[in-house]
């Protein structure tokens, strides 16, 4: 796969004080990704599992502490100001808020413009006929550019938002938690537009969210995280309807259905899943598999060691990090939903060291 972004083995971590005591979190532990030109990668996991930090280390607003990013197959220095001169052009940033994005005092046309200006060292009057034509193309009124932030509602800023992202002509898009604060059909909208964008500009996006099923529908790919590290790779489809991490399958099951029949089952699923363990912090991650505290399916094994990328599909490059597929019950790439009707009839307390579920 030709890349235009990848990731190696990437850490950021931070020193905290609590209660005197110098503290690293490990926000970003070891995180490996890739996207091509013009690909949509997902990047999905709870609040606090290091995704904005990853992106931020995308965009050289955090330090690397260790491993590597590579952007158009040269790596970037560890140092967060040390970028090459045509970076800000290239790698571009949607976020979550576009109100506090958006400067309140300057017209959203000059904000669409600024970027042309600065990075294709267009004129004024080149730069804002660019910033109309991209109000065009984000589907907005052109005759609205002389107009501030507040005259629009949420939607309209990110469309904005977006233009702006859009208007120095960048490689790759981070977005991140883009359509997390817009109401439901505000988001499937945003998330056509920028599907379509891709299309017509060859961008590519790192889109970022917490929301399993946002994430689906706009990427090609998706990666899990998880306490600092990527759980899962694969394609899209695969990953949010077959996932063979037990954690994605709690993400997979949080997304409610409208069959009513269909939601019981997902519901009584989503109970074996869940456990009572506190989420774990970056601050004191647990041994062996970051994930065991949590899942009800861990083995010895789990608690002891860190699982390992596991294959599951040579043709798309998917894997998954979890022992069950080399270890335990599940044939090596199966969907690990096979593991909950199994585990149905288990008793209580008895753990994932059994044979493989039958029927
Ligand atoms: N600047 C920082 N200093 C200390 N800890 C941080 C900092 N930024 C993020 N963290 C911690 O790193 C972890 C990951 O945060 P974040 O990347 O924002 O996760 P996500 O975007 O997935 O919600 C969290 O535990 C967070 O508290
Ligand atoms: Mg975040």
Known sequence: MSTILAIEDLQVHFTVRRGGQRLVARAVDGVDLEIAPSETLGLVGESGSGKSTTGRAVLRLVDITAGSIRFGGVELDRRRRRVPSDYRKRVQVVFQDPYSSLNPRMTVGSAVADPARRHLGLSKADSMQRARELFDVVGLDTRHVDR????????????????RALSSEPELIVCDEAVSALDVSTQAQVLNLLRDLRVQTGVAYLFIAHDLDVVRHVSDRISVMYLGRIVETGPAEAVATAPRHPYTELLHDAIPLPDPAAQAERRTARRQLRSSADPPSPLAPPTGCSYHPRCPF?????????????????????????????????LAGAP????????????????????????
Do not use: N
Not at 148 to 163: D, N, V
Not at 306 to 330: F, K, M
């Open 298 to 330: 861990a083995m010895d094994i789990c608690r002891q060691e860190a699982p390992t990328p596991t294959p599951v599909d040579t043709a798309t490059g998917a894997w998954v990090r979890c022992h069950l597929h080399t270890h335990g019950p599940v």
């Open 148 to 163: 501030l932030p507040h005259e629009f509602s949420g939607g309209q800023r990110q469309r904005i938002a977006i233009a």
């Open 336 to 359: 690990v939903a096979e593991l909950i009707g199994w585990r149905r009839d288990t008793p209580a307390g008895d753990t994932a060291r059994g044979a493989r579920p039958t029927g």
